[in-house]
């Protein structure tokens, strides 16, 4: 059985910086909240609930959940590193697409501490040994640079080895994200950066400079996933249906080329993106709006080429032309991304949902993508996770 999967409602609350946020239930809780009001829903015809979060005790998802309501149902905690939010998203969907319910909330948060991302023991395994000992092999080991960066930094040294790309064509990418930020509300860096600000900020981990790193942050996003019966019974929106969706988890290939690219899971992105249009029966082509993992600027380049919205190689090219922005081919990251709204893990795929639904609805204000009916979104986690969702808009 497969039915179709509406966005009811959606919600999030504005980003900050760590210290600067309520407790990470209440995060959650105003988020929720948020997203049941714009669908009009009364949270006791809610049927299941999934909450992603990263830093946060066994069922914290709970700890937010009860202070909207306690009915009894089942509610799944999340835990898939950056894509933990489209990954509650995913299961959702799942449960509404299956018949097995006919109402899903999906909600993520993340109250996050200052400074590079870590791990929370030293007394077990890394879940990332393996992608750090392929990294080591590929690059080496700068104990001095924080991991991520290190990652990311070597994927975008990959991408200017094998196709000679210029460290400006990252840098532009970090310019397009403070401008399209500038006109968020949520966003936490709204000031726009020129190119030269952001290729003189001090060196993270070449190519990659300070304002190329996404920061650490605190938000909570939620959405309401249902079935046409459910929304026709209920009068809810059904502006926005779930067309397409497709986790992939890491191949062999992650690891056998010695590929940054690859280690930080280019080849995740590529199959779920193939998945997604061959099941939605659209192209990249005719999409429009795209919210990606920009974690760093070096993944946004190299993501434009696993979800085909460019082909392998082209990525400053597109950059350069101006068309993965307003008045270009397709408008990436209108919200202003990871890089400037911010990246609080668990509320990441849901924000980007939130956003991607307020494109499809004609209702992002001066972030508008005109004649936005196709929205695609990227969401990746290392250890690794990627999801890719298509949406549409059901609107004549």
């Given at each position: 059985m497969s039915r179709k999967v509406y966005v009811a409602g959606v919600g999030m609350i504005p980003f900050t910086k760590p210290g600067a946020s309520d407790p990470y239930h209440v995060m959650g809780e105003q988020a929720i909240r948020v997203a049941l009001k714009d669908a009009g829903l009364d949270y006791g015809k809610v049927q299941q609930a999934y909450a992603g979060y990263v830093y946060g005790d066994s069922t914290s998802g709970q700890a937010a959940l009860y202070r909207v309501g306690l009915s009894?149902?089942?509610?799944?905690?999340?835990?898939?590193?950056?894509?933990s939010g489209s990954s509650a998203l995913f299961l959702a969907r799942q449960a509404v697409e299956s018949g097995m319910v006919e109402c899903a909330l999906a909600f993520g948060f993340?109250?996050?501490?200052?400074?590079?991302?870590?791990g929370a023991y030293d007394d077990r395994p890394s879940p990332v040994a393996r992608f750090q000992e392929a990294?080591?092999?590929?690059?080496?080991?700068?104990?001095?640079?924080?991991?991520?960066?290190?990652?990311?930094?070597?994927?975008?040294?990959?991408?200017?080895k094998r196709f000679g790309t210029s460290p400006e064509a990252f840098g532009m990418i970090s310019v397009k994200a403070r401008k399209h930020a500038a006109n968020n509300p949520y966003a936490v860096f709204r000031q726009q950066l020129s190119l030269e600000e952001i290729m003189s900020a001090p060196m993270i981990f070449d190519p990659l400079t300070r304002f190329q790193?996404?920061?650490?942050?605190?938000?909570?996003?939620?959405?309401?996933?249902?079935?046409?019966?459910?929304?026709?019974?209920?009068?809810?929106?059904?502006?926005?249906?779930?067309?397409?969706?497709?986790?992939t988890t890491d191949y062999e290939s992650t690891f056998d080329g010695q590929d940054m690219r690859r280690v930080v899971g280019y080849d995740m992105?590529?199959?779920?993106?193939?998945?997604?249009?061959?099941?939605?029966?659209?192209?990249?082509?005719?999409?429009?709006?795209?919210?990606?993992h920009d974690c760093f600027t070096a993944?946004?380049?190299?993501?434009?080429e696993g979800l085909g919205l460019t082909p392998e190689g082209t990525a400053e090219k597109f950059i350069m032309d101006g068309d993965n922005t307003?008045?270009?081919?397709?408008?990436t990251n209108p919200s202003g991304g990871l890089l400037s709204k911010g990246h609080p893990l668990g509320a990441t795929g849901l924000a980007q949902c939130t956003e991607l639904v307020w494109q499809l609805r004609g209702t992002a204000d001066k972030r508008q993508v005109e004649g936005a009916r196709v929205a695609l979104q990227h969401n990746l986690g290392l250890?690794?996770?990627?999801?890719v969702t298509l949406y549409q808009s059901t609107k004549g």
């Amino acid at each position: 059985m497969s039915r179709k999967v509406y966005v009811a409602g959606v919600g999030m609350i504005p980003f900050t910086k760590p210290g600067a946020s309520d407790p990470y239930h209440v995060m959650g809780e105003q988020a929720i909240r948020v997203a049941l009001k714009d669908a009009g829903l009364d949270y006791g015809k809610v049927q299941q609930a999934y909450a992603g979060y990263v830093y946060g005790d066994s069922t914290s998802g709970q700890a937010a959940l009860y202070r909207v309501g306690l009915s009894g149902i089942p509610v799944v905690n999340v835990n898939n590193n950056c894509s933990s939010g489209s990954s509650a998203l995913f299961l959702a969907r799942q449960a509404v697409e299956s018949g097995m319910v006919e109402c899903a909330l999906a909600f993520g948060f993340e109250q996050m501490n200052p400074g590079a991302l870590k791990g929370a023991y030293d007394d077990r395994p890394s879940p990332v040994a393996r992608f750090q000992e392929a990294m080591t092999d590929a690059i080496g080991w700068d104990p001095a640079a924080p991991r991520a960066a290190q990652f990311f930094g070597g994927a975008g040294r990959e991408h200017i080895k094998r196709f000679g790309t210029s460290p400006e064509a990252f840098g532009m990418i970090s310019v397009k994200a403070r401008k399209h930020a500038a006109n968020n509300p949520y966003a936490v860096f709204r000031q726009q950066l020129s190119l030269e600000e952001i290729m003189s900020a001090p060196m993270i981990f070449d190519p990659l400079t300070r304002f190329q790193c996404c920061p650490p942050t605190c938000g909570a996003a939620a959405a309401v996933v249902c079935s046409e019966e459910f929304a026709r019974r209920n009068g809810l929106n059904m502006d926005v249906v779930i067309a397409a969706q497709s986790m992939t988890t890491d191949y062999e290939s992650t690891f056998d080329g010695q590929d940054m690219r690859r280690v930080v899971g280019y080849d995740m992105t590529a199959q779920a993106a193939k998945e997604v249009y061959e099941k939605a029966g659209v192209g990249p082509e005719e999409v429009k709006v795209v919210e990606l993992h920009d974690c760093f600027t070096a993944n946004e380049l190299i993501t434009y080429e696993g979800l085909g919205l460019t082909p392998e190689g082209t990525a400053e090219k597109f950059i350069m032309d101006g068309d993965n922005t307003y008045g270009g081919r397709v408008v990436t990251n209108p919200s202003g991304g990871l890089l400037s709204k911010g990246h609080p893990l668990g509320a990441t795929g849901l924000a980007q949902c939130t956003e991607l639904v307020w494109q499809l609805r004609g209702t992002a204000d001066k972030r508008q993508v005109e004649g936005a009916r196709v929205a695609l979104q990227h969401n990746l986690g290392l250890g690794g996770a990627c999801v890719v969702t298509l949406y549409q808009s059901t609107k004549g």
